[in-house]
């Protein structure tokens, strides 16, 4: 989004007592360090998370001169994702895309002590750094470090080297599960305790009438899905772990991407399975109970994104729920 539509919602989250806000980047679409910038200053609690930065785009010394700037902006406000990037958008920039988790490794081991205000030389498979150092004051924190991860090998890296797992959309619970399963087993190997923060994305209608708010979400729901098949087109076990994550028995599911495919609406090629296992939508005490569920799987911080035309509406119904503010920001007794 536009960055004063950024700044919008961004007030209406804090107004609607939410704990963090999300900001995803990808290649080719606005940069998001001025809507980020813009929301810390028009906010004055709120947390606000870049998920994900990727160390092509930035080399890892530029991700850690912006983070720490942030940090001076709005200490102890700001979050900090790290991914690989999407590999077909990286190649488009004429980049090497051979060794993406080694691009994160790297990345993460330089970022973590130039925030921690150290000198750093490391020569990576990918990404190096020869004695560098913040010239200003680091922030005064040990700064977390989180990692977007989809592949098991990236799953058991994020348990390795960082501070907590992020989870796209698009990952019902069946792969929640087992995403973070293999994040402990990481962990378990390099001998230290798991990460503590679990982030995942969630696309989510929240409204008093349950039927219209299942209807609203499954048009995102439908092109993401349609989105990732294509995507996986030649990766037939990719599209074997949709259909299994999912729950969702494998000739409805193919049935739906079929509908889908030919141009039915989603809201005629998708049931409420689909909304159950890739969205949150329904009365705000539906949407609680399938966070709930998620938080039972051990996501620990869950970024719902507020899909349709009404998102700051939605998002003050929801608030209202969560926190006994009312939709106006008024306490309740």
């Known amino acids: 989004m536009a960055p004063a539509a950024c700044i919008e919602l961004a007030v209406a989250a804090e107004r609607s007592g939410f704990a963090a806000i999300w900001f995803a980047e990808n290649p080719f679409q606005r940069g998001v360090l001025p809507a980020v910038a813009a929301c810390l ?8 998370g870049i998920g994900v930065f990727n160390p092509y785009n930035r080399h890892p010394t530029l991700i850690a001169m912006e983070m720490a700037a942030l940090d001076e902006l709005a200490p102890g406000r700001t979050r900090l994702g790290i991914g690989s990037g999407i590999g077909r958008q990286i190649l488009r920039m004429g980049l090497d895309y051979g ?4 691009a994160v490794r790297d990345a993460i081991a330089i970022v973590r002590p130039l925030l921690r205000g150290e000198t750093v030389t490391h020569q990576g498979r990918v990404f190096s750094a020869d004695g560098v150092k913040l010239e200003f004051p680091a922030p005064a924190r040990d700064y977390p470090i989180l990692m977007a ?3 098991d090998q990236a799953l058991r890296l994020s348990g390795e080297i960082s501070d907590g797992l992020m989870i796209s959309n698009m990952c019902p619970p069946g792969y929640t599960a087992r995403a973070i399963a293999l994040m402990r087993a990481g962990a ?14 969630v696309p989510c209608v929240a409204r008093p009438d349950r039927a219209a708010a299942r209807a609203a979400v499954k048009p995102t729901i439908g092109a993401m899905l349609a989105a990732y098949w294509a995507m996986y087109e030649a990766m037939p076990a990719a599209r ?4 299994a994550d999912s729950l969702i028995p494998e000739p409805d599911f193919l049935a ?3 509908k889908l ?4 609406p989603a809201t005629d090629a998708l049931d409420d399975r689909f909304v159950d296992a890739y969205g949150i939508a329904g009365t705000a005490e539906d949407c609680l109970a399938a966070a709930r569920r998620f938080g039972a799987l051990g996501v ?4 719902v994104t507020f899909v349709g035309p009404q998102p700051a509406d939605d998002m003050a119904y929801l608030g209202a729920a969560l926190t006994g503010i009312t939709p106006h920001g008024d306490a309740r007794g």
Do not use: C, E, N, S
């Not at 200053?41 to 606000?48: D, E, G, L, S, Y």
């Open 99 to 102: 060794k993406p988790l080694g």
């Open 300 to 303: 620990t911080d869950l970024t």
């Open 41 to 48: 200053v028009k906010t004055a609690r709120i947390t606000i």
């Open 188 to 201: 378990a190997t390099a001998g230290h305790a798991a990460p503590p923060t679990v982030v995942q994305y």
């Open 149 to 151: 991860a989809m592949g």
């Open 261 to 264: 495919a030919a141009g039915a």
């Open 256 to 258: 739906a991407i079929a």
């Open 240 to 243: 074997a772990a949709m259909i």
